[in-house]
């Protein structure tokens, strides 16, 4: 990556006199993207092309020490710009000169820069840094979750700021280089593509690779003791899947899920098309948390996941999200819709190919189990509040939507934008707005009305909403055979 030549002083004179009087000057960018739900999340004026993380950790005092590379590009003239971030900063370079830093905002790093910054300028900042994630509390929690042997990132929509300064937001996609340095006998474990693995002096050190756009969210780092096996997909896409060696009673259970990744991948390229990276897997730290995370490639399960045995329904929910929310991201953090809705109907299509109950059954026995008076109704999954982000509601409701969508439009229709939606976000963000377009566009048919009804209209929708069977000629509530199942995944699924 080169920096625009810096123009010399007689030739930016010249410069200075010819532009207008009314051009911009340079100002601050601001401290957040503008999401509503988040307003202080993500940065404005500049977009990071890439993240180069050099890390060295310590699992028995959970010290991480880095040097965090960004590569950017400005998108107004600056004076100083913020990062989202934590930990202990030491020092910031921007285009190779020393920086002022300010940390004194909440997860914010404020920098200036020796000099300003042109618009459109490429710009390469190193930030160095160190911290100990599991005591550093933001807002009353933190997004590092220590082991015994380790830690571990995994949050969401927040866990960036524990472990690389960045500019957190989802619209702000990025790929990355993480090199993670552990004492010997120690595993770390990150997204994408393994691409070495050395050892000196007792650390061993390990780099990994994610070619393909990326959110900040959906970087994961876990260290620890972890068992590694490798596989590949039908399509010979490399799996890489870690169990931590201190799973106790659930090691069976969760091995005999994750262990299906390769199979549930291939199933899932044939509903929603081609796989969109290269790579996947999955790994269960020795996290004793009950929630599932799609981190791009390489899904977190935590091992209370596993707890009443064998659970392929979250395996299938985390990795429809590499779809659905990771290779699409949401562009809003209301939008989560067009994350959780598909990766929790997926696992009704998995539950129908299984033969343990059809997508219908599950909506019906879903829209049957929650009486009129229920809270359930009340949460709006096309703009649940950020409160609400992770209610059930965000996934049976939002499930029930698509049901009532393939049955309105017919499954041709509705199995073409399953796939087509992927295939025209690819590596970019969508709003629930766009993807009602695209439906519409599909279909040929009005469907505003549809999503009002399921995503925005707080109350019970009446049962002729959903279409498919009725209510006269259904036999009364029988459960089919995956609802347990299910039931435990999505609680798994939750995020933060
Ligand atoms: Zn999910």
Avoid: C
Avoid at 64 to 86: C, I, M, P, V, Y
Avoid at 107 to 119: C, D, R
């Amino acid at each position: 990556m080169r920096h625009r030549l810096i123009v010399p002083a007689a030739a930016a004179a010249a410069l200075t006199l010819a532009i207008p009087a009314s051009a911009a000057e340079p100002a601050p960018g601001a401290p957040g993207v503008g999401d509503p739900y988040y307003p202080s999340y993500g940065n404005g004026g500049y977009d990071v092309s890439h993240y180069d993380l050099r890390l060295k950790y310590q699992p028995k005092t959970d010290r991480l020490d880095g040097t965090a590379t960004l590569l950017a590009t400005t998108t107004q003239e600056l004076s100083r710009f913020n990062l989202d971030f934590a930990l202990d900063v030491s020092e910031v370079r921007v285009n190779g000169k020393k920086a002022h830093f300010d940390t004194s905002g909440e997860h914010e790093l404020e920098i200036t820069p020796a000099q300003s910054l042109g618009k459109g300028e490429r710009i390469t900042v190193v930030v160095r840094y160190s911290g100990t994630p599991s005591e550093v509390e933001v807002g009353g929690f933190t997004g590092w979750h220590r082991t015994k042997d380790g830690g571990v990132a995994a949050n969401e929509p927040e866990s960036a700021w524990w472990w690389f300064p960045s500019n957190d937001h989802p619209t702000d996609k990025a790929t990355y280089d993480v090199s993670v340095a552990v004492p010997d006998g120690t595993q770390a474990i990150s997204n994408g593509t393994l691409q070495s693995e050395s050892s000196s002096n007792g650390w061993t050190r390990t780099s990994w690779r994610s070619d393909k756009p990326q959110a900040t969210y959906l970087a994961t780092l876990a260290v620890g003791r972890f068992d590694v096996t490798e596989d590949t997909t039908g399509n010979g896409i490399p799996v890489i899947t870690a169990y931590s060696k201190d799973l106790g009673a659930v090691d069976g259970a969760a091995r005999a899920s994750l262990d299906r990744t390769a199979e549930v991948t291939d199933w899932l390229e044939g509903v929603f098309g081609p796989y969109p990276f290269n790579s996947v897997g999955g790994y269960v730290p020795n996290v004793d948390a009950g929630f599932a995370l799609e981190t791009q490639t390489r899904p977190f399960y935590g091992k209370r996941a596993f707890d009443k045995g064998s659970n392929v329904s979250v395996v299938v929910h985390e990795l429809a999200h590499q779809w659905y929310g990771d290779s699409v991201s949401l562009s809003r953090w209301k939008d989560i819709w067009v994350n959780e809705g598909f990766a929790a109907y997926s696992q009704w299509l998995w539950s129908e190919h299984e033969g343990e109950g059809t997508a219908q059954e599950l909506a019906d026995h879903t829209y049957d189990s929650r009486p009129a008076d229920d809270p359930f109704w009340k949460v709006k999954p096309g703009d649940p509040g950020p409160e609400n982000q992770f209610h059930d509601a965000v996934y049976d409701r939002g499930a029930l939507a698509l049901q009532a969508l393939r049955n309105e439009i017919g499954d041709k229709d509705f199995f073409a934008i399953l796939k087509g939606w992927p295939a025209e976000h690819e590596g970019g963000d969508a709003t629930v707005a766009d993807f009602v377009r695209y439906a519409e566009g599909v279909s040929g048919k009005p469907l505003a009305e549809l999503f009002d009804t399921w995503l925005y209209t707080a109350g019970k929708p009446d049962r002729a909403a959903l279409g498919g069977s009725t209510a006269t000629t259904r036999a009364a509530t029988t459960e089919p055979a995956s609802w347990d199942s299910i039931q435990a995944a999505k609680h798994a699924a939750h995020g933060h």
